[in-house]
């Protein structure tokens, strides 16, 4: 285990460094350059090679071709026309190109003659003061990557998963940056990863507080079964984690164990740990989802369980008004033939009777847990 975690250590440092923005780059975009590019930069034997600005896109391949390295363009919700210059600049499949312009794809893996298209959903815990019934708990957005021989072009949609940090952090890397495109690859998946096991545990949180709240003794005058609004918006936020997490499942699978030309095989070894890491957090999700309806179907019980309550309490009062509703209908018919009208105790003999009669009832009920 020790040589696995030195040669882990030699291979793929740790992306977790700070994430402070590195400054030994100017990654100021360029004018000329499409709206979309965020950064665009060659690199060669690990190390940046671009002096000032960014960058075009055309420039970056031009010096490819001629001085070797690879080329890391990334950009932000592009359009049909920004991002149309690019494929056909790198030869990208049409079908490739309009999943990445137009986002909302599931997570996938494919390939297109000689480029990978992987699609991974980013997903980011929404801080909240405390969790309601409306509260929005995650919130996804989507990573396209576009690996060849000698580029990898990303594409990002949605206001999170900058991979900016990310890119400064391997530039302080050479020996990873050295490994090429594969590289570049592998770092996304991880930090795209790591990012799914920070949620999974803010998610855990929220559930564990809302466990308390529907288990714990409601306060006086409280009410059981008022949990269920924030229960089902919860479920909601896991289901749309779990539509993110599942099917990226089959992707690191193939990148971890199927050889691949674009794939470094050094780099392959450690897809491995990103499809381990994914892999507990697909199960942490499927047992959040299961948790939930346990929780949702307590809840609901403890509801019906305070509506059978008040319906005891309904009948009993019921009950014991029934003696005094009787006993005054009976003396209440005005008959003519009725002793007990002209009894100068009658009176308050009917008010003790029922009095005796209704503490009885109202003993008895409370004995058995009625009232």
């Known amino acids: 285990m020790s040589m696995i975690r030195d040669l882990r250590a030699a291979v793929r440092p740790s992306l977790r460094k700070s994430s402070t923005p590195y400054s030994g780059y100017d990654t100021t975009r360029d004018p000329s350059a499409s709206s979309a590019v965020v950064d665009c930069a060659v690199y060669r034997d690990g190390r940046r090679v671009t002096e000032a600005a960014c960058l075009t896109p055309h420039e970056a391949m031009l010096r490819v071709r001629e001085e070797g390295g690879f080329a890391w363009i990334g950009l932000h919700e592009p359009t049909e026309e920004e991002f149309a210059g690019i494929a056909r600049e790198f030869g990208l499949h049409p079908l490739a190109v309009e999943d990445a312009v137009h986002a909302h794809q599931r997570p996938k893996l494919e390939r297109y003659d000689e480029t990978l298209f992987t699609v991974f959903k980013t997903i980011h815990y929404v801080e909240h003061a405390e969790l309601t019934a409306t509260s929005e708990v995650v919130e996804t957005g989507e990573v396209m990557c576009f690996t060849g021989r000698d580029?990898?072009?990303t594409v990002r949609h949605g206001?999170?998963?900058?991979?900016?940090?990310?890119?400064h952090r391997m530039q302080d890397d050479p020996e990873l940056?050295?490994?090429?495109?594969?590289?570049?690859l592998h770092a996304i998946a991880d930090h795209v990863v790591d990012g799914y096991i920070a949620v999974a545990g803010s998610v855990q949180d929220d559930i564990d507080e809302v466990e308390i709240d529907v288990f714990?003794?409601?306060a006086k005058g409280g009410r059981r079964g008022s949990d269920a609004g924030r229960i089902y918006q919860l479920k909601r936020?896991?289901?749309?984690?779990?539509?993110a997490v599942s099917p990226l499942l089959r992707p690191m699978q193939l990148l971890s164990e199927r050889p691949m030309r674009l794939i470094d095989p050094d780099i392959q070894k450690y897809f491995r740990d990103v499809a381990d890491h994914l892999a507990r957090v697909h199960e942490e999700v499927i047992g959040f989802d299961e948790l939930l309806n346990s929780i949702l179907q307590a809840n609901l019980a403890q509801a019906t369980v305070a509506q059978n309550e008040d319906m005891r309490k309904i009948t009993s009062w019921a009950a014991i008004i029934a003696v005094p509703?009787?006993?005054c209908g009976v003396y209440g018919m005005n008959f003519d033939h009725m002793p007990e009208l002209r009894w100068t105790y009658g009176y308050p003999m009917v008010l003790g009777v029922i009095a005796v009669v209704c503490f009885s009832i109202h003993r008895s009920l409370k004995r058995n847990g009625w009232l």
């Open 151 to 153: 580029f990898v072009i």
């Open 159 to 167: 206001g999170q998963g900058s991979l900016r940090g990310l890119r």
């Open 177 to 184: 940056l050295a490994k090429g495109p594969s590289a570049v």
């Open 216 to 218: 714990s003794t409601p």
């Open 237 to 243: 936020e896991v289901l749309e984690f779990k539509r």
């Open 325 to 327: 509703t009787m006993i």
